[in-house]
């Protein structure tokens, strides 16, 4: 009995030991994650107006459809021509942003498929392997992929960490108001509370 309970608590030992290595391991080579395009997390709708109009991105609207809180920029994202959503949630703090890359949109699976291995390999090239990448399926679009990064910390205050998302085939884009094939790429922040860290 006791030889089993010993080899039991060895298999479980090596095993959480394996996933805590392997998600250190995950973490290590990861760039930091201190804002979406060039815009810090935390900036007000001024300071970001300010850094976007520097890149030569313009302002389409300040009231985003579909969106109770944020900004809609035309600029671009990895090379390519993009809709930028900025995201305030109700306060003048930047949490999260979206890009939909506008080559890319009502051009079928095939070429968004194309547009999200340029855009995966990009990130994967600052970020690492992606913690998650799953295929999806729609009748109106075909297939499609998600990849996500979980918890990619920041280097910079306010600290906090960075989920990110690439998804192709089937989105929605705000803009039409509808689905469609495209390539919508997803950032969002969460700020340490005090005591996480």
């Not at 890149?55 to 900004?71: H, R, V």
């Not at 890359?101 to 995966?120: N, P, R």
């Not at 600290?159 to 690439?166: D, E, Q, T």
Request: proline share 3%; glycine share 12%.
């Amino acid at each position: 009995m006791k030889i089993g309970k010993i080899i039991s608590f060895t298999c479980i030992f090596i095993f959480l030991t394996i996933f805590f290595v392997q998600s250190i391991w995950a973490q290590q080579g990861r760039s930091s994650a201190d804002g979406f395009v060039g815009v810090p997390w935390g900036s007000t709708r001024e300071q970001t107006k300010s850094i976007l109009q520097k890149k030569g991105y313009s302002l389409i609207t300040n009231k985003a459809p579909f969106w109770a809180d944020a900004d809609l920029y035309r600029g671009s994202f990895a090379d390519q021509t993009a809709d930028l959503y900025f995201h305030y949630g109700g306060t003048d703090y930047f949490s999260s942003g979206q890009a939909y890359l506008v080559g890319f949109k009502g051009q079928g699976t095939d070429i968004a498929l194309v547009g999200y291995y340029t855009v995966v390999k990009l990130i994967k090239a600052k970020y690492g392997d992606c913690d998650r990448e799953i295929s999806t399926y729609s009748e109106e679009h075909g297939k499609g992929f998600v990849c996500s990064w979980e918890n990619i910390k920041t280097s910079k205050p306010p600290y906090g960490i960075v989920s990110i998302g690439v998804q192709a085939g089937a989105i929605v884009d705000p803009s039409l108001g509808r689905s469609t094939t495209g390539v919508q790429i997803r950032y969002s922040y969460e700020k340490y509370e005090r005591g996480d860290i």
